[in-house]
């Protein structure tokens, strides 16, 4: 029985479905911990597959393959170094599980399995997977360690049942996506669970993007007294060997490691810059391509791709067309030139009027209208596209949360691309991180510092130039108040009624709700791009497109439901 426990934490980055080289920094996690005397190496929920798979899990093959890693890591640790506990999906004669396994000695030495499977914002775990039973501990090195996997320290259930059944030491395995807020909420269910048992928890996180998600890492020891012992990085990978002492019969972490974790405006900055860096990376991406309008939402994004990229893997191009101003294209070279990154001006006139020219027959008798308008920004898409096939780079779309909430942007056109790293950012967001931005180099970026995006950028009125003299303001309301109005609906389900008690025109209201259902369509089609709130278009707010509901914008009392009870006891 000893009376030291040295557990790593391996805050890395799998990728969903390579599980051999998953397998490979599994491996490399493991050397680096045994070098620092580790005894245990903690690898995140699922690790082998990544997180979330999804239906991959489903597949018989690639079961299989993480099984083989599985056996193969376990060999491993017949060397004598440092014991694995690391995440599969598992299956018995009840069905795949989600579970983490105990590998020491050359040996599967104990499996545990989730009990308490997601299914709500962007989990989808009930589908894929079947619950465990409630855990006791398994013993280690005289040591008796609880495992609940992630949303199992959600509820209290399973980590009562692991301190009741002799459990001495909590090691979590997660896979939690960043949302801005959530380093509060998991620090107050870990201290919760550790109140209730009184034994110390080590909060162990994935990192790296994946598709929507950005997994921040964060990770996190917390004392048996609830303390905050040792803190992990946010947004990079770490590997942070813990120590647990027995001190009168019970368990404590001597304190460490106390990383500074972004907050606000700077983690929302550094999830889009992260999730960016692995879609592209992951997906094995030479570079991005973006239109560089000389307005702030293009301007940000091209920030955001030089801190994730470097500027030689980001391509930015000017587009100009007659209503295209020269503080315009004065501020995007302006823009590119701050970034130091490769800046072309293809003007579009040529093509835009070719193709009003060969409309002209069909359009006779027909008044200009928005068509003409999302002819340039079609004519934008296809140059960008055309671009990407040439040469390879992914075309960056740089829609923002408000703009995709009242469908203000041109199927086929602006909303060309693969992927949009400020979809989940308000306006009013973009103008903070633009900001931000200028103030800060982030931590890890391979952009400049100073200055990166032109003041007059952030201070002109936006425009999509798309007519003369045009401003988004001509077909919406001022950010701040339309901001206002989507929070309410859109992350809070606000009735229209309480808006308004709030001070908003029901008029207005009313206006924004309609043009946010009647955009579902566009959304289905726009890029992923990265999760930041609560309430992203994507897994966590899933309406149908067609959809004949409208709020009637008065309170409503729920009607008396009449049930019809049977006149007798039923008996059974
Ligand atoms: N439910 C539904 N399911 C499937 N398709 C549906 C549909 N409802 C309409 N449609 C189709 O959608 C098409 C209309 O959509 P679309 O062609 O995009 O055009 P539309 O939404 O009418 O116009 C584009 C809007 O975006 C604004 N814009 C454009 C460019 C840049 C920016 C910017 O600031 O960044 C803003 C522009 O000022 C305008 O308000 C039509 O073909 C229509 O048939
Ligand atoms: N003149 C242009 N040159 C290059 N790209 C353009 C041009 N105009 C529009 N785009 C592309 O289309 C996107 C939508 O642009 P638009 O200017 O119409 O509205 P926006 O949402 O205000 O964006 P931005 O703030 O970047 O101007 C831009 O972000 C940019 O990527
Ligand atoms: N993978 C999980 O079980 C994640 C669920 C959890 N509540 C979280 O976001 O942290």
């Keep these: ?154 509820g209290p259930a399973p980590v009562a049942c692991i301190a009741e059944t002799g459990g001495e030491i909590l090691l979590v395995p997660n896979a939690s996506p960043y949302r801005a807020g959530v380093l509060g909420e998991r620090f107050a269910v870990a201290t919760a ?57 019970r368990w404590r972490v001597t304190p460490g490691t106390r990383a500074e974790v972004e907050t606000g405006v700077a983690s929302d900055y550094a999830a889009c810059v992260l999730g960016l860096r692995d879609y592209v990376d992951k997906n094995r991406f030479p570079g991005v391509v973006l239109g560089l309008s000389g307005g702030i939402d293009s301007a940000l994004v091209a920030a955001m791709a030089v801190d994730a990229l470097g500027a030689p893997r980001v391509h930015a191009v000017m587009l100009p ?104 950012l308000y306006k009013t967001e973009v103008y903070a991180a633009a900001a931000w931005r200028n103030a800060n180099r982030p931590v890890g970026s391979l952009g400049p510092a100073g200055v990166v995006i032109p003041e007059r950028i952030i201070t002109k009125a936006p425009s999509a130039e798309l007519r003369e003299n045009q401003t988004d303001q001509d077909s919406l309301p001022p950010y701040d108040i339309l901001d206002g109005v989507l929070e309410r609906l859109v992350e809070k389900e606000m009735a229209v009624v309480d808006i308004v008690a709030e001070g908003y025109d029901e008029a207005l209201v009313r206006r924004i709700e309609r043009l946010l259902y009647v955009a579902e369509y566009k959304r289905r089609q726009a890029a992923p791009g990265v999760k930041i709130t609560a309430r992203n278009f994507g897994r966590d707010r899933r309406y149908p497109i067609t959809n004949g509901f409208r709020d009637p914008g008065r309170p409503v009392d729920l009607p008396e439901v009449p049930v019809s009870r049977p006149s007798s006891p039923v008996v059974v």
Excluded at 348 to 377: C, H, K, W, Y
């Design 193 to 249: 669970r550790v109140a209730a048992v009184g034994l110390p928890l080590l909060y162990l996180n994935q990192l790296g993007g994946q598709d929507e998600l950005v997994f921040e890492g964060a990770s996190f020891a917390l004392d048996a007294d609830g303390s905050l012992a040792v803190q992990l990085p946010a947004f990079r990978e770490a590997l942070e060997v813990v120590e647990l002492t027995r001190r009168d019969g």
């Design 1 to 154: 029985m000893t009376d030291r426990l040295l557990v790593a934490l391996a805050q890395i980055a799998p990728v969903v479905g390579d599980v051999a080289g998953n397998l490979a920094k599994a491996r490399a996690a493991r050397a680096a911990a045994a070098e620092r005397g580790a005894d245990l190496v903690l690898f995140c929920e699922l690790f082998l597959a990544g997180y979330p798979p999804e239906d991959l899990v489903l597949k018989p093959a690639f079961h299989a393959a993480c099984m083989t890693a599985l056996t193969d890591l376990a060999a491993d640790t017949a060397d004598g170094g440092p014991a694995v506990l690391i995440g599969l999906p598992w299956r018995d004669a009840d069905g795949l599980h989600n579970t983490h396994a105990l590998l020491d000695a050359g040996k599967i030495a104990a499996l545990r399995h989730k009990v308490d499977l997601p299914n709500y914002g962007p989990f989808d775990e009930k589908r894929v997977f079947v619950p465990g039973p409630l855990p006791g501990p398994f013993e280690f090195r005289g040591v008796r360690i609880g495992v609940p996997i992630c949303e199992d320290i959600w």
């Design 321 to 424: 067309y007659r209503w295209t101003s020269s503080d315009s294209l004065e501020d995007a070279a302006a823009c590119a030139d701050a970034l130091g990154i490769r800046y072309d001006v293809v003007p579009i006139g040529v093509a835009v009027d070719g193709f009003e020219a060969l409309l002209a027959p069909v359009f006779a008798g027909r008044a200009a209208d928005i068509t003409e308008e999302n002819l340039q920004s079609r004519t934008r898409g296809t140059i960008l596209m055309a671009i990407s096939n040439k040469f390879g780079p992914m075309v960056l779309t740089t829609g923002n949360k408000s703009e995709m909430s009242v469908g203000y942007a041109t199927l086929y056109g602006d909303m060309n691309g693969g992927f949009n790293p400020i979809k989940d």
